[in-house]
Structures are given as C-alpha cells and as structure tokens.
C-alpha cells in the first residue's frame, strides 16, 4: 500500500474495476463473435440509461484523453428518455467510437460526444479534430458509421 486510503486511491480502484469490467467485456465480444458465426447471436434488450452509458464510456477513455492532451466534452439533455437496446453492446459502441476518435486526434484537439432527439428516435454523434477518413473511403452522402448497413449498402 502506497499510504492511507484517500479520494485519490479510491478513485483509482474505481478505475481499475471499471477497467477490469471492460476487459471482461471484451472477451465476453470474442465468444459473442462466435455466437454469430455459428448463428445463435442474441440481443439482450433492456431499458437503458443512454446518458449514463455516455458518462461512463467517457471516465473509461479520459486517462487515453489526457495522455494525448485531447480535450473531452459531452452534451447530453437533462431530459432524455430511456433507450431499449443491449446495455454491454451499446457501451462497446460508445467506448470504441470515443477509443478511435482520441486515438486519431492530435495534442490539443478535442472530441466530444452528443446525445440528440432526431426524426423520432435518438442520435448519438461523436466529432473529433482528427485525421478524418479518406474521401475514398467514405464517399459523400455515405457517414463514416451508420449503424444497420454495411458501407456498401445505399443510405436511405
């Protein structure tokens, strides 16, 4: 032990266990991979707290964040509804999306995160000063990520 159990060293086993957490998950991502390969994927749907999914995705990549000196933001409405989806694989879309954005952003560049009510449903939008894609590799009118197609589908 490094000294008596302050603030500080309980903030950092709240780090590690979430990190551990999302080890777990991960692996837990490697069996679900083969799940869908064998055709017995399921999709544990729940009423989910989309605002806290956020939350704590963003605690999970601040240390990433600040090692890079990237600046990380969050607009999320104080009235957000509850959202139906899978907790774990929502969480694994969010971390994954703010993972690569600070990852391809450069010192003193900024991501953020916002939640939105669009067209009847919600829209998760996550914006980064980095690199970007290609143009050839994401045509104009096809966004980078879309959830539900495959890039090479039309957008409708």
Do not use: C, W
């Not at 707290?49 to 090692?67: C, F, H, N, T």
């Amino acid at each position: 032990m490094l000294g008596p159990l302050n603030v500080r060293y309980r903030d950092y086993g709240g780090d590690i266990f979430s990190s551990g957490k999302h080890l777990l998950n991960l692996i837990n991502e490697i069996l679900d991979l083969a799940k869908l390969e064998s055709g017995q994927f399921k999709l544990d749907e729940e009423e989910v707290d989309l605002a806290g999914i956020v939350r704590d995705s963003m605690r999970l990549v601040e240390a990433q964040a600040e090692k890079g000196r990237v600046e990380l933001s969050e607009v999320l409405p104080a009235d957000l509804p509850l959202l139906r989806a899978d907790d774990r694989r929502m969480r694994q879309i969010i971390i994954n999306l703010l993972s690569n954005a600070v990852k391809f952003t450069p010192e003193r560049g900024r991501v953020s995160v916002s939640v939105m009510r669009k067209n009847g449903g919600l829209a998760i939008e996550v914006r980064d000063t980095g690199i970007g894609i290609a143009a050839r590799r994401n045509p104009p009118g096809h966004g980078a990520v879309r959830p539900g197609r495959k890039p090479d589908q039309p957008q409708i």
